[in-house]
C-alpha cells in the first residue's frame, strides 16, 4: 500500500550479491526494520531485500537483475512473486 508520500518502494541496485550481503548484515545489526526477506523475483530474477524506511515506504536492495533489450524482448506475466525467500510477514511481525 502507498503511504502518505504515495510511494510504495524504491528500488536500489548495486554491482555484487555481497553488496547486497553486506548491506543486509548492517541493517541488521542496527536493527532496521524489514519488510522482506533475502530473495530472487521471478520476473526481473533480482536478488534482493526490502527494509523500511523512517518515512514508511520501502528500499528494495537487491543486484543481478535481468537486463532487457527492447529489440527482441517478450513481455511475459508471472503469477508467483519469487522464486525463494522474500517472506513479506516479516515486517507484520515486527
Known amino acids: 500500500m502507498p503511504t502518505s508520500s504515495g510511494i510504495v518502494h524504491l528500488m536500489v541496485e548495486v554491482e555484487q550479491a555481497d553488496d547486497v550481503g553486506l548491506c ?3 541493517a ?4 532496521v526494520p524489514m519488510s522482506a526477506t533475502l530473495g530472487r523475483h ?6 534482493s531485500f526490502y527494509m523500511k524506511t523512517p518515512g514508511g515506504f520501502d528500499i528494495e536492495f537487491g543486484c ?3 537486463q532487457v533489450d527492447d529489440r527482441d524482448w517478450i513481455a511475459r ?9 522474500h517472506d513479506f510477514t516479516v515486517g507484520a511481525r515486527g
Open 77 to 85: 506475466e508471472s503469477t508467483a512473486v519469487s522464486l525463494w525467500g
Open 24 to 26: 543486509l548484515d548492517r
Open 28 to 31: 541488521l545489526r542496527r536493527k
Open 64 to 66: 543481478e537483475g535481468r
Open 42 to 47: 521471478v520476473n526481473d530474477l533480482m536478488l
